[in-house]
């Protein structure tokens, strides 16, 4: 079962690295499958220079894949932790992500060892509308919100935990096709 943990916006590595110490040390290392961020490429101007960079995909989020069976163990080594990192839990049960958030998960970040990351798109706008040409967001043009060119982002409306979220995955418009 994959679980989202809440940890302090910001501080998500370190969070990260700080539960599997904890984990560790308390002899639960096995009860994580996966715990990770998951992250998004960007690309961005500095000094004239474009930039390649890394951001979290969900701020103030980890995932851990567990059994289910190991929840119980998931939350006792996420109380160990120095830092704030919880399980989402709805009237007091811990929440599973829905099978499609794991999908869209798995579809869109790709996995590069122990890390999960959304590559950069690249596409084009015609006739107003937005066109996937490589990356992960090709064929799946619906799900953008927004579009900021200079910042090369695409804003996306994602239900996780069963809340809405705006998420931003890079998208690079090459040009603009009338």
Known sequence: M?????????REDVSCDLVKQAARAAGLEGVFEELFVPKRRTLSK?????????????????IAVAKPRD??????????????????????????????????ICAFARKEGLRRVVDMSEGHVEGGRVVVTSGPLVG????????????????????????EVE???GLSLVRKKR
Request: a positive charge; aromatic letters at 10%.
């Open 71 to 104: 929840t119980e163990a998931v939350a006792a080594a996420l109380k160990r932790a120095p830092r704030f990192a919880k399980l989402l839990a709805y009237d007091g049960v811990f929440t599973p992500l829905a099978a499609d958030e794991v999908a869209w």
């Open 140 to 163: 799946r043009e619906g799900l953008i919100r927004k579009v900021d060119r200079r910042k090369r982002v695409a804003y996306l409306r994602l239900r996780i935990c069963g809340r």
């Open 167 to 169: 998420t931003k995955v």
């Open 2 to 10: 994959w679980y989202a943990v809440q940890v302090e916006t910001g």
């Open 46 to 62: 500095r000094s004239g220079e474009l930039v390649e960079g890394e951001e979290p995909l969900f701020p103030g989020y980890l």
